[in-house]
């Protein structure tokens, strides 16, 4: 009978040979799914035969490029361990820069008590910010009801559906529930001609609602720079996830809408990620 020794190394290769990195990680994660537990490279427990056709149809999946997280139903962002699913972006370590943006530019001042999350599908963004600011309650919004349906399950799951509420509809049905102090949204920002260059994982895997965004990857910050004029708080933050280059232009649309850039963030592989923006102080219209 094959132990786990056996099937982690197995499947380790398949996937190597596949020209997926990372393969032993994965390898483990899957397994651990399949037998509900965490496994070690050493153990040498036998695996019966369903979970072993089991295992290695989830590694069949994986050598197909699906993401281990849409595999799994899960995935880890910030302190939190969150269901995904093909309606909802793959919650990535590049997007915990948002987060930190947002804790370094709260830092010294009063926090959020208000916070919003535009685009939110997992509700990542959101639910994260939430477990830092204590006291603060949070909408998010989003206009795929399945994805909306998700992001209450995470809610829930987290502890945190007491001082949250998941909507869909579009951002700028939001204008009727006041400001905010602090404002979170990773936008679609793919240019549309990019999409079928990206990874099989993104690209297949992940809703392209989600990820284009007109022919300059722009649209989706045009969109939201009038929300953000409208629903921000005189002393609040707006943090923005970026794609790759996008800071100069983003900006300028930001501050066409009456907005200030207050710092950019990048993430862990030196790219910048993230745009900080409060109301231009020396603009007639600021609240």
Same mark, same amino acid.
């Given at each position: 009978?094959?132990?786990?020794?056996?099937?982690?190394?197995?499947?380790?290769?398949?996937?190597?040979?596949?020209?997926? /990195?990372?393969? !032993?990680?994965?390898? !483990?994660?899957?397994?651990?799914?399949?037998?509900?537990?965490?496994?070690?490279?050493? /153990?040498?427990?036998? &695996?019966?035969?369903?979970?072993?056709?089991?295992?290695?149809?989830?590694?069949?999946?994986?050598?197909?490029?699906?993401?281990?997280?849409?595999?799994?139903?899960?995935?880890?962002?910030?302190?939190?361990?969150?269901?995904?699913?093909?309606?909802? &972006?793959?919650?990535?370590?590049?997007? @915990?820069?948002?987060? @930190?943006?947002? &804790?370094?530019?709260? !830092?010294?001042?009063?926090?959020?008590?208000?916070?919003?999350?535009?685009?939110?599908?997992?509700?990542?963004?959101?639910?994260?910010?939430?477990?830092?600011?204590?006291?603060?309650?949070?909408?998010?919004?989003?206009?795929?009801?399945?994805?909306?349906?998700?992001?209450?399950?995470?809610?829930?799951?987290?502890?945190?559906?007491?001082?949250?509420?998941?909507?869909?509809?579009?951002?700028?049905?939001?204008?009727?529930?006041? !400001?905010? @102090?602090?404002?979170?949204?990773?936008?679609?920002?793919?240019?549309?001609?990019?999409?079928?260059?990206?990874?099989? /994982?993104?690209?297949?895997?992940?809703?392209?609602?989600?990820?284009? *965004?007109?022919?300059?990857?722009?649209?989706?910050?045009?969109?939201?720079?009038?929300?953000?004029?409208?629903?921000?708080?005189?002393?609040?933050?707006?943090?923005? @996830?970026?794609?790759?280059?996008?800071?100069?232009?983003? *900006?300028?649309?930001?501050?066409?809408?009456?907005?200030?850039?207050?710092?950019?963030?990048?993430?862990?592989?030196?790219?910048?990620?993230? &745009?900080?923006?409060?109301?231009?102080?020396?603009?007639?219209?600021?609240?």
């Amino acid at each position: 009978m094959t132990g786990i020794r056996e099937a982690l190394k197995a499947a380790a290769a398949d996937l190597s040979r596949a020209g997926i /990195e990372g393969g !032993r990680l994965d390898a !483990r994660l899957l397994l651990g799914h399949v037998l509900g537990r965490e496994v070690w490279p050493h /153990e040498e427990v036998p &695996l019966d035969d369903a979970a072993l056709a089991r295992y290695r149809s989830l590694v069949a999946r994986r050598i197909a490029r699906e993401p281990v997280s849409k595999i799994i139903g899960r995935r880890s962002f910030w302190t939190l361990d969150l269901a995904v699913t093909s309606d909802t &972006l793959d919650p990535r370590p590049d997007s @915990e820069t948002v987060i @930190e943006a947002a &804790l370094d530019s709260f !830092r010294g001042r009063a926090p959020p008590r208000r916070i919003l999350d535009l685009g939110t599908g997992t509700g990542c963004l959101l639910l994260a910010a939430l477990s830092e600011f204590p006291d603060a309650t949070g909408i998010g919004i989003d206009r795929s009801p399945a994805a909306a349906e998700v992001a209450r399950r995470n809610a829930g799951a987290t502890g945190l559906a007491g001082r949250v509420e998941i909507r869909c509809q579009d951002w700028d049905e939001i204008a009727e529930d006041g !400001r905010f @102090e602090l404002i979170l949204s990773n936008p679609p920002y793919i240019a549309e001609a990019e999409v079928p260059t990206l990874a099989e /994982e993104v690209r297949d895997h992940d809703p392209i609602g989600a990820l284009a *965004a007109g022919p300059d990857g722009l649209d989706a910050y045009r969109a939201l720079a009038p929300v953000l004029a409208c629903v921000l708080a005189a002393d609040g933050l707006a943090v923005l @996830e970026l794609g790759i280059g996008q800071g100069d232009a983003v *900006a300028a649309i930001m501050v066409g809408a009456g907005l200030a850039e207050v710092a950019r963030k990048a993430d862990l592989a030196g790219i910048e990620r993230t &745009l900080v923006l409060k109301w231009n102080d020396t603009r007639s219209g600021t609240p």
